[in-house]
């Protein structure tokens, strides 16, 4: 059995003028435990919005998304949080770091809403992305490739099964990108988290052994929908 399995999985937007239209149209996919794909994409491809579906922060119009043969349709609100909250990792392009907490309370606080907190392990994470000396900086005083860096770690805190990254490189220069890349697919070995990343960078997908075309997997992409004109729509 698949870690991640998609059957008929389809998601709509309304756009202002009420016009209706497909996002997601995603047949069938299927992402192996441990694996490392990549997802290529342009803006308003569904990139965001597939991801979205998968950790359950989104419900679909229909399908079904199965995790660790567990499916997210048959699961309340509350349960799907907490599947994603002891089963996903998910490193956001903007990192969503919280201003108030330092990096370690950062890191504690996504341990908190899964299995339990783990100080030790926490710690241990920051240090292995290289921010051992930063326990106690907040998000401000810290560099994007640093905020960056306890993103990653908060998304291994709860030691998921899976990862999803949405750009997790777009605000960072090239230099940054790439090592901050390398360190997400290191992090993910060394913990046996499978990672599901989405991106439009080419030096990005160039890094990966397996790239899939979004548009061949999502029928709606394919469509040629003008998302460009529906601005309030996910990317």
């Known amino acids: 059995m698949s870690l991640l399995e998609i059957s008929e999985l389809k998601k709509t937007f309304r756009a202002p003028d009420g016009s209706i239209h497909a996002v997601i149209d995603v047949p069938d996919f299927q992402l192996e435990e441990k694996a490392h794909v990549a997802l290529r994409g342009e803006s308003g491809s569904g990139k965001t919005t597939l991801l979205n579906l998968i950790a359950g922060i989104l419900k679909p119009d229909s ?14 609100e509350p349960q799907r949080d907490r599947l994603r ?59 994007t490739g640093q905020q960056q860096r ?33 360190l997400i697919r290191e992090a993910c070995r060394e913990n046996d988290a499978a990672l599901l990343l989405v991106s439009h960078d080419r030096d990005v997908l160039a890094q990966f052994e397996s790239v899939l075309d979004l548009e061949k997997i999502n029928r709606a992409a394919r469509a040629n929908f003008s998302f460009q004109t529906v601005p309030h729509l996910p990317a």
């Open 150 to 182: 306890v993103a990653v770690a908060r998304a291994l805190a709860n030691r998921p099964k899976l990862v999803l990254a949405d750009e997790p490189t777009g605000n960072l220069d090239h230099q940054n990108s790439r090592e901050a890349l390398k």
């Open 63 to 76: 399908g079904e998304i199965t995790i660790s043969g567990r499916r997210i349709s048959s699961l309340s």
């Open 85 to 143: 909250a002891e089963s996903i990792g998910y490193i956001f392009q903007t990192f969503n770091l919280l201003q108030g907490y330092t990096a370690l309370e950062n890191v504690l606080l996504g341990m908190s809403f899964g299995p339990g907190v783990d100080r030790d392990f926490a710690i241990a994470l920051l240090k292995r992305v290289g921010l051992s000396e930063k326990l106690k900086h907040y998000p401000r005083q810290l560099s």
